[in-house]
């Protein structure tokens, strides 16, 4: 039995690691696509774009590693059934399911370590993922000045190139520049125009230079509101340089505390004192806001008297108003529409911040949910993956693949599905969260029976004659 073992779990892990990074780099290709215009022209490092992937690629584990199971099971014992060694194994007095014992366990490890991966590791992940996706958004394309077209990337300036040649030292040759000076926030009040310039980047990247040649500046004096007098001043030059500062265009990583309140960041432990603390918030507001109304609006029909504490009684509200005269009963009803209108701000104020706190209350919950049934999932999908395999026989990437897709975009629009649904307040958040499972779990118990019983799984025959029975049963009762 230990060879068993250890041939079933020889012939597993190898097409499971297979898999799991062919699936990391599929799902990984689709994620760069996602966000490959926020780094395109910005000159980012190359250590800094495999940071990112790296972060990213942690947040898709969850998702890879259930199709890995499905796939690598599927392949495992399709082989097995391939090349008659599950004959041989069933011969000997071995039952599928001790055959897939190993596997299981093995599995359920894989689940139980997506958990800790999910629950430890990936809020790090993500904590640094969005502080370096911040870093990069808010990063400045880099210095690419073109022919002809005004640049105005560079705070303070606006260069607009005619022409461009390359030197032999690496520098550029300028033809016929124009540049905008609106540094003070004045306007355009200073233009300095040029023949040519070489343009020049330091070492460092943090300046870059442009020596003009053969120009003239012109410029806008500060107007002197005294005597009405506006000064224009205007000077030729064979040779003038000008120091640019990129500060702006630099790499710079932000504090990471700053996106500490995401909830995507928050493990179980955090997640349940976060949804705590809002849902006592939540009915301390609807507690005040109650208190509110009812000591801005009376719910019975009679009118307090102002004297109440000397004894007297109250009046009917038909009465009270009957003592009043005309300008008395405008102004009673005047405050009173007041008085409704207010109040009607107040609860639509308190009805907008009660469903906000409720969807936030949802989307923790997603979370919280999540982390356990996308690490049950890689059991399930072992479930539905090993006796489809040993029921199909066929190993490879051929129908193994076909067939993992197959499941695995059920089991991902399913959540999908339940996630949007809980998100929008249609269903609770365990129901939509774990949706795909309820759907999947019985197809993999069903799938196990009928691989163990060694039952013809695609006899539809034998399906038409089930049902048949089955309603003739029901019409004789």
């Given at each position: 039995?230990?060879?068993?073992?250890?041939f079933?779990?020889?012939?597993?892990?190898?097409?499971?690691?297979?898999t799991f990074?062919?699936?990391?780099f599929?799902?990984?290709?689709q994620?760069?696509w996602?966000?490959?215009?926020?780094?395109?022209?910005?000159?980012?490092?190359?250590?800094?774009?495999?940071?990112?992937?790296?972060?990213?690629?942690?947040?898709?584990?969850?998702?890879?590693?259930?199709?890995?199971?499905?796939?690598a099971s599927?392949m495992?014992?399709?082989?097995l059934?391939?090349?008659?060694e599950?004959?041989?194994?069933?011969?000997?007095?071995?039952?599928?399911?001790?055959?897939?014992?190993?596997?299981a366990?093995?599995?359920?490890?894989?689940?139980?370590?997506?958990f800790?991966?999910s629950?430890?590791?990936?809020?790090?992940?993500?904590?640094k993922?969005?502080?370096?996706?911040?870093?990069?958004?808010?990063?400045?394309?880099?210095v690419?000045?073109k022919?002809?077209?005004?640049?105005?990337?560079i705070?303070?300036?606006?260069?607009?190139?005619?022409?461009?040649?390359?030197?032999e030292?690496?520098?550029?040759?300028?033809?016929?520049?124009?540049?905008?000076?609106?540094k003070?926030?004045?306007?355009?009040?200073?233009?300095?125009?040029?023949d040519?310039?070489?343009?020049?980047m330091s070492?460092?990247?943090?300046?870059f230079?442009?020596?003009?040649?053969?120009?003239?500046?012109?410029q806008?004096q500060?107007?002197?509101?005294?005597?009405?007098?506006?000064?224009?001043?205007r000077?030729s030059?064979?040779?003038?340089?000008?120091?640019?500062?990129?500060?702006?265009?630099s790499?710079?990583?932000?504090?990471?505390d700053?996106?500490?309140?995401?909830?995507?960041?928050?493990?179980?432990?955090?997640?349940?004192?976060?949804?705590?603390?809002l849902?006592r918030?939540?009915?301390?507001?609807?507690?005040?806001?109650?208190?509110?109304?009812?000591?801005?609006?009376?719910f019975?029909?009679?009118?307090?008297?102002?004297?109440?504490?000397?004894g007297?009684?109250g009046?009917l509200?038909?009465?009270?108003?009957?003592?009043?005269?005309?300008?008395?009963?405008?102004?009673?009803?005047?405050?009173a529409?007041n008085?409704?209108?207010?109040n009607?701000g107040?609860?639509?104020a308190?009805?907008?911040?009660?469903?906000?706190?409720?969807r936030?209350?949802?989307?923790?919950?997603?979370?919280?949910h999540?982390?356990?049934?996308?690490s049950?999932?890689?059991?399930?999908?072992?479930l539905?993956?090993?006796?489809?395999g040993a029921?199909?026989?066929?190993?490879?990437?051929?129908m193994?693949?076909?067939?993992?897709v197959?499941?695995?975009?059920?089991?991902w629009?399913?959540?999908?599905?339940?996630?949007?649904?809980?998100?929008e307040m249609?269903?609770?958040?365990?129901q939509?969260?774990?949706?795909?499972?309820?759907?999947?779990?019985?197809l993999?118990?069903?799938?196990t029976?009928?691989?163990?019983?060694?039952?013809?799984?695609f006899?539809?025959?034998?399906?038409v004659s089930?049902?048949?029975?089955?309603?003739?049963?029901?019409?004789?009762k």
């Amino acid at each position: 039995m230990k060879k068993l073992t250890k041939f079933l779990l020889i012939s597993f892990i190898g097409p499971f690691v297979l898999t799991f990074f062919i699936s990391v780099f599929v799902l990984l290709m689709q994620f760069i696509w996602l966000w490959v215009d926020e780094m395109l022209g910005k000159g980012i490092e190359w250590y800094i774009i495999a940071e990112f992937l790296m972060y990213s690629a942690a947040n898709i584990v969850p998702l890879a590693l259930p199709l890995a199971v499905l796939l690598a099971s599927i392949m495992t014992f399709g082989n097995l059934g391939e090349h008659f060694e599950l004959v041989s194994f069933k011969s000997a007095g071995i039952s599928l399911q001790r055959i897939m014992r190993p596997l299981a366990i093995f599995v359920m490890g894989i689940s139980i370590g997506a958990f800790l991966f999910s629950n430890y590791i990936i809020p790090v992940a993500n904590l640094k993922f969005y502080s370096l996706l911040h870093d990069i958004r808010n990063k400045k394309p880099a210095v690419n000045i073109k022919q002809g077209v005004f640049y105005n990337e560079i705070e303070g300036y606006t260069i607009r190139v005619m022409k461009k040649d390359k030197l032999e030292n690496g520098d550029e040759m300028l033809r016929d520049v124009m540049i905008y000076t609106h540094k003070n926030i004045v306007g355009n009040r200073k233009l300095t125009v040029a023949d040519s310039a070489i343009m020049k980047m330091s070492d460092d990247k943090k300046y870059f230079s442009i020596n003009l040649f053969n120009g003239v500046d012109y410029q806008d004096q500060t107007e002197n509101r005294t005597n009405k007098i506006y000064p224009f001043s205007r000077f030729s030059f064979e040779e003038n340089a000008i120091r640019i500062s990129l500060d702006g265009f630099s790499f710079s990583r932000t504090d990471e505390d700053a996106f500490k309140h995401d909830y995507r960041l928050f493990n179980l432990k955090q997640l349940e004192n976060k949804i705590d603390t809002l849902v006592r918030e939540n009915k301390e507001h609807i507690i005040d806001f109650t208190n509110l109304i009812k000591s801005n609006y009376l719910f019975n029909d009679t009118i307090f008297s102002r004297n109440k504490n000397k004894g007297e009684t109250g009046l009917l509200r038909t009465d009270f108003i009957s003592e009043l005269n005309d300008s008395e009963i405008e102004q009673l009803y005047s405050i009173a529409i007041n008085n409704v209108r207010s109040n009607k701000g107040r609860a639509s104020a308190s009805a907008t911040q009660t469903v906000v706190k409720n969807r936030d209350i949802a989307r923790m919950n997603v979370e919280w949910h999540r982390k356990y049934s996308f690490s049950l999932a890689c059991f399930i999908m072992f479930l539905i993956g090993a006796p489809l395999g040993a029921i199909v026989k066929k190993g490879g990437l051929g129908m193994p693949v076909v067939i993992s897709v197959a499941f695995f975009v059920v089991f991902w629009i399913t959540s999908i599905v339940g996630e949007k649904m809980v998100k929008e307040m249609v269903v609770l958040p365990y129901q939509g969260m774990w949706m795909s499972t309820a759907f999947l779990l019985p197809l993999g118990l069903f799938f196990t029976y009928k691989a163990t019983t060694d039952s013809e799984m695609f006899n539809f025959t034998a399906y038409v004659s089930f049902f048949s029975k089955l309603f003739k049963k029901k019409e004789v009762k």
